[in-house]
């Protein structure tokens, strides 16, 4: 399998003007030695590389993310690589295939049945993760300069579970971490726990910025009296600004749900991963 051009669906500001595009868009599916099946897309910047290579933002749940991308989006971070992680499908969200890769372990013998929801697998954030920095990561820079010390990961909702899955257990496998409405009501108590063993991650300190709409609600769950960031969320912020080994950035994003959080965030996003040296300090 090959990389394939990928159509951005909206249209450029001004279609007229190929300057405009700043990369090239492209997509191909990786089968893993287990197995599983991935579809990759990328955004390729077409200016010459630094000597040190591009910086590199990952989006989770990539089908929906390109699905937002836009060239307009692109045009603000022409030195940017752009890599989506989605999944053989159609659909901007494989629900059980994401569910059971961005929840963390239940125990130490692998996936199982996710006791909010028995019909669907849970637990596989460590395989997922392996994957990720593995065979994933090895295809989406492939004939690519890419700068090792500047990837940057971002997820939404569960994939914003992984994200932070990932910082409290690998901390340096990626250089800046992007959750955005994390799912923290799943497995809070073993969300807390990984938080509470971290690792101290080796200097540089790890820029965060970590995103949340001011209008979310559960799914299922009665709207909240008075409306505001999630709570949990909130005071897990407060926890990791008093960390050493992290710069923590929080932004609220006024009038935003669920979903709308989503794609409110990829803007600041794209700009995070660009230049994460400006939010150390």
Same mark, same amino acid.
């Given at each position: 399998?090959?990389?394939?051009? &990928?159509?951005?669906?909206?249209?450029?500001?001004?279609?007229?003007?190929?300057?405009?595009?700043?990369?090239?868009?492209?997509?191909?599916?990786?089968?893993?030695?287990?197995?599983?099946?991935?579809?990759?897309?990328?955004?390729?910047?077409?200016?010459?590389?630094?000597?040190?290579?591009?910086?590199?933002?990952?989006?989770? +749940?990539?089908? !929906?993310?390109?699905?937002? /991308?836009?060239?307009? /989006?692109?045009?603000? #971070?022409?030195?940017?690589? #752009?890599?989506?992680?989605?999944?053989?499908?159609?659909?901007?969200?494989? *629900?059980?295939?994401?569910?059971?890769?961005?929840?963390?372990? /239940?125990?130490?013998?692998?996936?199982?049945?996710?006791?909010?929801?028995?019909?669907?697998?849970?637990?596989?954030?460590?395989?997922?993760?392996?994957?990720?920095?593995?065979?994933?990561?090895?295809?989406?820079?492939?004939? *690519?300069?890419? +700068?090792?010390?500047?990837?940057?990961?971002?997820?939404?909702?569960?994939?914003?579970?992984? *994200?932070?899955?990932? /910082?409290?257990?690998?901390?340096?496998?990626?250089?800046? &971490?992007?959750?955005?409405?994390?799912?923290?009501?799943?497995?809070?108590?073993?969300?807390?726990?990984?938080?509470?063993?971290?690792? #101290?991650?080796?200097?540089?300190?790890?820029? *965060?910025?970590?995103?949340?709409?001011?209008?979310?609600?559960?799914?299922?769950?009665?709207?909240?009296?008075?409306?505001?960031?999630?709570?949990?969320?909130?005071?897990?912020?407060?926890?990791?600004?008093?960390?050493?080994?992290?710069?923590?950035?929080?932004?609220?994003?006024?009038?935003?749900?669920?979903?709308?959080?989503?794609? !409110?965030?990829?803007?600041? !996003?794209? !700009?995070?991963?660009? +230049?994460?040296?400006? &939010?150390?300090?």
């Amino acid at each position: 399998m090959t990389w394939t051009p &990928y159509a951005l669906p909206a249209a450029p500001a001004d279609p007229t003007n190929d300057s405009y595009q700043t990369h090239t868009t492209q997509h191909r599916s990786l089968v893993t030695p287990a197995g599983r099946i991935y579809r990759l897309f990328r955004a390729h910047p077409r200016r010459d590389s630094p000597s040190s290579g591009f910086p590199v933002l990952y989006l989770l +749940d990539g089908n !929906a993310v390109f699905e937002a /991308l836009t060239p307009a /989006l692109l045009h603000e #971070v022409p030195g940017l690589l #752009v890599i989506g992680v989605g999944y053989d499908t159609d659909q901007g969200f494989a *629900v059980t295939d994401r569910w059971l890769d961005y929840t963390p372990p /239940l125990g130490s013998d692998g996936p199982m049945p996710d006791p909010h929801r028995p019909e669907r697998l849970a637990g596989g954030a460590d395989r997922f993760l392996s994957n990720l920095i593995g065979p994933l990561r090895d295809v989406a820079e492939q004939g *690519v300069p890419v +700068d090792g010390t500047r990837r940057t990961l971002w997820g939404h909702s569960f994939g914003g579970l992984f *994200v932070l899955y990932t /910082l409290f257990t690998a901390p340096t496998t990626f250089q800046g &971490y992007c959750p955005v409405s994390p799912s923290l009501w799943w497995g809070e108590d073993i969300m807390r726990t990984l938080e509470a063993t971290a690792a #101290v991650r080796p200097a540089p300190n790890a820029p *965060v910025l970590t995103m949340m709409g001011d209008r979310e609600v559960r799914s299922g769950q009665p709207p909240p009296e008075t409306p505001g960031p999630a709570p949990a969320t909130l005071a897990m912020i407060d926890r990791l600004r008093v960390r050493q080994d992290l710069c923590v950035t929080a932004r609220v994003l006024e009038g935003m749900g669920h979903r709308a959080a989503l794609f !409110a965030s990829l803007p600041h !996003a794209l !700009a995070f991963a660009t +230049d994460t040296a400006q &939010y150390r300090t």
